[in-house]
């Protein structure tokens, strides 16, 4: 029987023919596609400004750096360890606040406990796919003069009260395979302040104002650099992968939707276990399904699975106070994390899994209900 992948980017003619021609121009390094991406994100969201580079954890890195964040960062500790890791290397600290654990985003209730003297900054994880719930979230910002940091790696495509995903605050998203547009690797910052967008694109390139092809075009050999800066660019072979992602990214996020749809509809009357549901006001994009497993039954679901050829999978245990380079650094107690942290069940979900693997994911996860 063939296996189920847990992803699987949707790739076609149009991005392996893009890749040819930008191969035959011979502009390899950050270049007009990378411009063209850039400006394709920014209208689809509808922000001032996107500066592409290599990863989200580079961009989330960069809305701290940038913005000379050296205090401390208010974030879920339910989440990827990239988004503390670029708090923890941009040299701020990380503050770990709860969540509610009917969709793994971070619990606004809990937010006024959280702040500190120290703080500067809210750093949200849109997990799986789902908006946090961003009218609160606005609000406690606002009410406390913070930098609202999205990190939107799960959830391009997603929205609040009709408001996408990264156009709250600093928007950063990721183009890993798994995510709702690939590049192969890949990330995006997005921004509606003018000052912060040059920053970043200074950064990105060594902490030279200009980009190399700028530059290219330039008379003489401008190569100041105004700080220190990384080499974090976007190549123009993996932006064009990236152009011809986004032309589908509705078509994409809408197949995603629709299989949701039905593994909810086929799970549904399975007793006590958790689906996901999309909040009222959200539209949900499903980059993940996940489920939650009752009984202590989450890690023989796991591999009841597996043994059939279907690759589940668990997102996120340990959280990332549990893991040996954040431990003991969690400032109060998580019992919300933890909880989802060990229910917490990864299905497969990609655009284009077609109806016998939804059937089939559907029909095992009965027998193990029907057998436990
Ligand atoms: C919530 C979250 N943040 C950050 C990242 C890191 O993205 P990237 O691999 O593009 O650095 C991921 C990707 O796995 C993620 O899921």
Same mark, same amino acid.
């Given at each position: 029987?063939?296996?189920?992948?847990?992803?699987?980017?949707?790739?076609?003619?149009?991005?392996?023919?893009?890749?040819?021609?930008?191969?035959?121009?011979?502009?390899?390094?950050?270049?007009?596609?990378?411009?063209q991406l850039e400006q394709d994100l920014a209208d689809y969201l509808g922000v001032g400004?996107?500066?592409?580079?290599?990863?989200?954890?580079?961009?989330?890195?960069?809305?701290?750096?940038?913005?000379?964040?050296?205090?401390?960062?208010?974030?879920?500790?339910?989440?990827?360890?990239?988004?503390?890791?670029?708090?923890?290397?941009?040299?701020?600290?990380?503050?770990?606040?709860?969540?509610?654990?009917?969709?793994?985003?971070?619990?606004?209730?809990?937010?006024?406990?959280?702040?500190?003297?120290?703080?500067?900054?809210?750093?949200?994880?849109?997990?799986?796919?789902?908006?946090?719930?961003?009218?609160?979230?606005?609000?406690?910002?606002?009410?406390?003069?913070?930098?609202?940091?999205?990190?939107?790696?799960?959830?391009?495509?997603?929205?609040?009260?009709?408001?996408?995903?990264?156009?709250?605050?600093?928007?950063?998203?990721?183009?890993?395979?798994?995510?709702?547009?690939?590049? /192969?690797?890949?990330?995006?910052?997005?921004? %509606?302040?003018? !000052? @912060?967008?040059?920053?970043?694109?200074? #950064?990105? =390139?060594? +902490?030279?104002?200009?980009?190399?092809?700028?530059?290219?075009?330039?008379?003489?050999?401008?190569?100041?650099?105004?700080?220190?800066?990384?080499?974090?660019?976007?190549?123009?072979?993996?932006?064009?992968?990236?152009?011809?992602?986004?032309?589908?990214?509705? /078509?994409?996020?809408?197949?995603?939707?629709? %299989?949701?749809? !039905? @593994?909810?509809?086929?799970?549904?009357? #399975?007793? =006590?276990? +958790?689906?996901?549901?999309?909040?009222?006001?959200?539209?949900?994009?499903?980059?993940?399904?996940?489920?939650?497993?009752?009984?202590?039954?989450?890690?023989?679901?796991?591999?009841?699975?597996?043994?059939?050829?279907?690759?589940?999978?668990?997102?996120?245990?340990?959280?990332?106070?549990?893991?040996?380079?954040?431990?003991?650094?969690?400032?109060?107690?998580?019992?919300?994390?933890?909880?989802?942290?060990?229910?917490?069940?990864?299905?497969?979900?990609?655009?284009?899994?077609?109806?016998?693997?939804?059937?089939?994911?559907?029909?095992?996860?009965?027998?193990?209900?029907?057998?436990?």
């Amino acid at each position: 029987m063939d296996k189920i992948p847990l992803c699987r980017a949707a790739l076609g003619d149009e991005e392996r023919q893009a890749v040819l021609e930008v191969l035959a121009s011979g502009w390899l390094t950050d270049g007009p596609k990378t411009r063209q991406l850039e400006q394709d994100l920014a209208d689809y969201l509808g922000v001032g400004h996107a500066v592409a580079m290599n990863s989200c954890t580079s961009a989330l890195f960069l809305a701290l750096k940038a913005n000379d964040i050296r205090g401390e960062v208010l974030l879920p500790s339910f989440t990827f360890v990239a988004s503390a890791n670029a708090v923890a290397t941009a040299g701020a600290t990380p503050v770990f606040v709860d969540i509610d654990r009917r969709d793994g985003n971070l619990d606004p209730a809990l937010l006024e406990a959280a702040l500190t003297p120290r703080t500067e900054a809210l750093m949200v994880v849109h997990y799986a796919g789902q908006c946090c719930r961003m009218d609160q979230v606005r609000d406690f910002v606002e009410r406390h003069g913070l930098l609202l940091i999205e990190d939107s790696a799960e959830t391009l495509g997603g929205t609040y009260e009709g408001r996408p995903s990264g156009s709250w605050g600093v928007g950063c998203f990721s183009f890993f395979p798994t995510k709702n547009i690939t590049t /192969g690797e890949g990330g995006m910052l997005t921004t %509606n302040d003018e !000052r @912060l967008a040059r920053r970043v694109r200074t #950064l990105v =390139g060594h +902490g030279i104002p200009k980009t190399t092809q700028e530059r290219s075009q330039m008379p003489g050999w401008f190569r100041a650099a105004e700080e220190p800066g990384y080499n974090f660019r976007l190549s123009n072979l993996l932006a064009a992968i990236g152009v011809e992602q986004m032309k589908k990214l509705e /078509g994409l996020n809408q197949a995603r939707r629709d %299989n949701a749809a !039905r @593994l909810i509809e086929g799970l549904k009357g #399975l007793e =006590g276990l +958790g689906l996901p549901r999309e909040n009222p006001g959200c539209r949900h994009v499903y980059q993940m399904f996940t489920i939650t497993v009752p009984g202590g039954r989450r890690d023989q679901l796991v591999e009841h699975l597996r043994a059939q050829g279907i690759e589940a999978s668990v997102h996120f245990d340990p959280p990332v106070h549990l893991h040996p380079a954040y431990a003991g650094q969690a400032h109060a107690p998580l019992p919300q994390t933890e909880w989802l942290s060990k229910h917490i069940l990864t299905l497969p979900m990609y655009p284009h899994m077609g109806a016998p693997a939804l059937e089939r994911i559907i029909e095992a996860i009965g027998g193990f209900w029907g057998h436990a």
